[in-house]
C-alpha cells in the first residue's frame, strides 16, 4: 500500500528567504496532489502533477515530480507571511480508488 | 459556482450516540470521498460513493457507513460514538471515480464527549 512521507514536518521560515519540502512515497505512482489547509479551514488543491518530469508553479510556490525517484518537492521562493499553512502530498493508493495523504508539512513564516 | 457544503459545521455528542453528517457536492460532481482528520492520523480515507454505489471504503469499522442520494448529495453516519471518534470530517467531491483532483467542503468537526 502507498505511504506517503513528507519532510520536515515543521519548518519556520524567515521572511524573503527560499525552502523546500520533500514528499516520498513508496510505490510507483504517475500522479501526485498537493494541497494547503490554512487553521481551522478545509483543504485547498494547489498542483496536480500528472507525468514524470511534470513542473507546475503559481505565484511563490512551484511543485516538481520525479517518478523514477518516488519524489515531489514543493519549493517555496523568498517567503511570505501568507505563506503559513500546512502543506499536504498526496498520491493514489495502488487501486486508484482514494487519495494517501501525507502527514503535512506546517509552515510558519516569520519576519 | 457552488463549492461543497457540509453540514453542520460543529456538533458534540457524548458516547455512545450516533450522528449524521450530510454533504452537498459541487453541482455536476457524481463522486463523493469522506475522510477523517485527527492530529495523530492526519487525513485517513473513509469511503467513497459514485451513482449512489460505494465505490471504494478505507480500514474502518463498520460503525461508519454513508450513502449518496441521486442528487449525488451524501450523509454518513457514525454509531455507538467512541471518544476516539472526535474528528474533523471532511468531504470532497469530483467528477469521477477514484483518487482524481478533489475539491473539500469546509468539513464537520465533531467532539465527542
Known amino acids: 500500500e502507498l505511504k506517503v512521507e513528507q519532510n520536515p514536518l515543521f519548518l519556520s521560515m524567515q521572511e524573503g528567504k527560499n525552502y523546500t519540502i520533500y514528499c516520498n512515497y513508496s510505490?510507483?505512482?504517475?500522479?501526485l496532489y498537493w494541497y494547503r489547509q490554512d487553521p481551522g479551514k478545509s483543504l485547498e488543491s494547489l498542483f496536480v502533477?500528472?507525468?514524470?518530469?511534470a513542473v507546475k508553479q503559481e505565484g511563490r510556490l512551484m511543485a516538481s515530480l520525479d517518478t523514477k525517484a518516488r519524489l515531489s518537492t514543493l519549493h517555496i521562493t523568498a517567503a511570505v507571511h501568507d505563506l503559513s499553512a500546512t502543506y499536504f502530498c498526496?498520491?493514489?493508493?495502488?487501486?486508484?480508488?482514494?487519495?494517501?495523504f501525507g502527514k503535512g508539512t506546517t509552515l510558519s513564516v516569520s519576519s | 459556482k457552488a463549492g461543497v457544503t457540509q453540514t453542520p459545521r460543529y456538533l458534540i455528542k457524548t458516547r455512545g450516540q450516533q450522528v449524521t453528517l450530510s454533504c452537498s457536492p459541487i453541482s455536476g460532481h457524481r463522486s463523493v470521498s469522506w475522510y477523517q482528520q485527527t492530529p495523530g492520523q492526519g487525513l485517513q480515507f473513509l469511503f467513497e460513493?459514485?451513482?449512489?454505489?460505494?465505490?471504494n471504503k478505507g480500514n474502518f469499522p463498520g460503525r461508519f457507513s454513508g450513502r449518496q442520494f441521486s442528487n449525488s448529495r451524501s450523509e454518513m453516519n457514525v454509531s455507538t460514538l467512541e471518544l476516539g471518534d472526535s474528528a474533523l470530517y471532511l468531504c470532497?467531491?469530483?467528477?469521477?471515480?477514484?483518487?482524481?483532483?478533489?475539491?473539500f467542503g469546509a468539513g464537520s468537526r465533531l467532539t465527542v464527549l
Open positions: 502533477l500528472l507525468s514524470n518530469g
Open positions: 460513493y459514485f451513482s449512489e454505489t460505494q465505490r
Open positions: 498526496a498520491g493514489p493508493n495502488q487501486a486508484g480508488t482514494a487519495l494517501i
Open positions: 510505490t510507483t505512482s504517475d500522479r
Open positions: 470532497a467531491s469530483s467528477a469521477g471515480v477514484g483518487a482524481n483532483v478533489l475539491t
